[in-house]
């Protein structure tokens, strides 16, 4: 497994901004595939964003207000959040699938309860 780290959560006014970082101390982050999910209880896993194989993926309810980077050294990976919503409130969490599979996935849990993709801690993001 690889240790992913992430920080950069906290609450937040609607309107507001938060950028979501995830750090990576073994590998680099282009040697991945790379992401951001989240999760609210009673709700599933959503995918908000993905780097596949040079593409970008955005969630249709992120599209045009967050936005995924990777940092010069590629071992940090950034998640740029504006005009937050409410319902933007969750547990974030960053994922790396250094096997390159073509794709992150889409899990019911986050993460899931088998082996797929490494995983970060996770943050909670709290927007009122």
């Known amino acids: 497994h690889v240790q992913l780290v992430e920080s950069g959560g906290g609450s937040v006014q609607a309107g507001g901004s938060l950028t979501l970082s995830c750090t990576v101390s073994?590998?680099?982050?282009?040697?991945?595939?790379m992401g951001w999910y989240r999760q609210t209880p009673g709700k599933k896993c959503e995918l908000v964003s993905q780097i596949v194989r040079g593409a970008t993926y955005y969630a249709d309810s992120v599209r045009g207000r967050f936005t995924i980077s990777l940092g010069n050294t590629k071992t940090t990976m950034y998640l740029q959040m504006n005009s937050l919503k409410p319902e933007d409130t969750a547990v974030y969490y960053c994922?790396?699938?250094?096997?390159?599979?073509?794709?992150?996935?889409?899990?019911?849990?986050?993460?899931?309860?088998?082996?797929?993709?490494?995983w970060g801690q996770g943050t909670q993001v709290t927007v009122s």
């Open positions: 073994e590998l680099t982050f282009d040697a991945s595939d």
């Open positions: 994922a790396a699938d250094f096997t390159k599979r073509g794709g992150l996935g889409t899990f019911q849990q986050c993460p899931p309860p088998y082996e797929y993709n490494d």
